[in-house]
C-alpha cells in the first residue's frame, strides 16, 4: 500500500558543467494527472518524463519541475572551435589578399565570426536524456520511498479501525438475530389488545406475520460485511495500486450498514451502527489517500 502524499527531489552534476534539479511531489486524486514546467531548451523531453513518471506512479495529481542551474556557464564551457575551418578560412583570406595586393592580414576576430568556426552547442546537447533520466529517477524513487513510508502508517490505522468495525458487528449480530421473533411477538400483543387474538392464529395471518418479522432479518448484510471486511485484509498485501477497489469496498459496506440500521431500529443495534458508519468514514479519509 502506498499513499498518495509525498516529495521527493535530486540534483545531478555531469563532467560538462551542466547542473539538473529535479522537484516531484504528489498528493490524492481519483486519476493520474501530470502537471510539469521543463525549460524550454529541454521541451523535447517532455514525452519521455511523462513516461517515465507514468512507470513509477499510477494514480495522483503530480507536480513535477526541472530546473537547469547556470546553463551560461555549462555553455560557455562547452564553446567548440572548429580549427579546420577557421585554417581553411584563414587559407583562403591570405590568398585573396595576396591577390588583391592588400597589406593588411585577416584578424583572429575575423575569422572567429565566419560561419562554422564556432559551433555552439545546445542546452538540449549537454544535457543529453542519459543525464536527464538519471535526475528524473533519482528523485522518483525518493519520493517513492516517503509515499511507501507514509502507506505502511496509513495500513496500520486502517487495519485497526476494520478490526474495530469486526468488532461492532459480533456486537450487533447477537441482538440482530433475535429482532424477526421479537418483532413476531410484538404484532401477536399487539393483534391481542385489538381483541383479535384468535385472528392471530389464522395460517394467512401468520404467513404475513412471519414474512413482515423477516424484514428485521439481517443475517444476510452482516454475512455480506464479514466477506467484505475480509476482501478489504486482502488487498493489503498486493503491490500494485489498490485505492480504486478499496474505495468499492468501502461504499458497499456504507450500502451494508445503512440497509442493517434501517432493517434494525433496535435500541441496542442503532447505536452500534452510528459508531460503525463514524469508523467507516475515518477509513475512507486514509484510503481516500491510497494510490
Known amino acids: 500500500?502506498?499513499?498518495?502524499?509525498?516529495?521527493?527531489?535530486?540534483?545531478?552534476?555531469?563532467?560538462?558543467?551542466?547542473?539538473?534539479?529535479?522537484?516531484?511531489?504528489?498528493?490524492?486524486k481519483k486519476q493520474l494527472e501530470i502537471r510539469m514546467t521543463l525549460p524550454k531548451e529541454l521541451g523535447s523531453f517532455e514525452h519521455l518524463v511523462r513516461k517515465t513518471v507514468t512507470s513509477f506512479i499510477k494514480r495522483g495529481a503530480v507536480n513535477l519541475k526541472i530546473e537547469l542551474v547556470s546553463p551560461e556557464a555549462a555553455m560557455a564551457r562547452n564553446v567548440v572551435i572548429n580549427s579546420i575551418v577557421a585554417v581553411a578560412y584563414a587559407k583562403k583570406i591570405e590568398s585573396l589578399r595576396k591577390q588583391l595586393g592588400l597589406s593588411s592580414r585577416p584578424v583572429i576576430d575575423t575569422i572567429l565570426g565566419l560561419p562554422g568556426v564556432?559551433?555552439?552547442?545546445?542546452?538540449?546537447?549537454l544535457v543529453g536524456e542519459r543525464l536527464l533520466l538519471r535526475a528524473l529517477k533519482k528523485a522518483l524513487l525518493r519520493m517513492m520511498k516517503m509515499r511507501q513510508a507514509e502507506g505502511k502508517a496509513m495500513l496500520r490505522d486502517i487495519k485497526c479501525r476494520l478490526a474495530v468495525l469486526a468488532s461492532i458487528i459480533r456486537k450487533i449480530a447477537p441482538a440482530a438475530r433475535k429482532?424477526?421473533?421479537?418483532?413476531?411477538?410484538?404484532?401477536?400483543?399487539?393483534?391481542?389488545?385489538?381483541?383479535?387474538?384468535?385472528?392471530?392464529?389464522?395460517?394467512?395471518?401468520?404467513?404475513?406475520?412471519?414474512?413482515?418479522?423477516?424484514?428485521?432479518?439481517?443475517?444476510e448484510e452482516i454475512t455480506r460485511l464479514e466477506s467484505h471486511f475480509a476482501q478489504f485484509e486482502g488487498l493489503f498485501g498486493r503491490d500494485d495500486p489498490v485505492g480504486r477497489p478499496l474505495e468499492f469496498l468501502l461504499q458497499e459496506m456504507q450500502r451494508e450498514i445503512n440497509t442493517l440500521g434501517n432493517k434494525a431500529p433496535d435500541v441496542k443495534v442503532s447505536p452500534l451502527v452510528v459508531e460503525f458508519k463514524t469508523e467507516l468514514e475515518k477509513i475512507r479519509e486514509q484510503v481516500q489517500n491510497v494510490e
Open 179 to 219: 429482532l424477526p421473533e421479537s418483532q413476531m411477538r410484538r404484532i401477536r400483543d399487539n393483534l391481542a389488545q385489538l381483541g383479535v387474538g384468535h385472528v392471530a392464529e389464522d395460517d394467512r395471518i401468520l404467513k404475513e406475520v412471519v414474512i413482515f418479522a423477516d424484514r428485521f432479518d439481517v443475517s
Open 118 to 125: 564556432i559551433q555552439e552547442i545546445s542546452i538540449e546537447q
Open 1 to 28: 500500500m502506498k499513499s498518495m502524499t509525498a516529495f521527493g527531489c535530486a540534483e545531478v552534476s555531469a563532467n560538462n558543467g551542466v547542473l539538473l534539479r529535479v522537484d516531484i511531489s504528489s498528493y490524492n
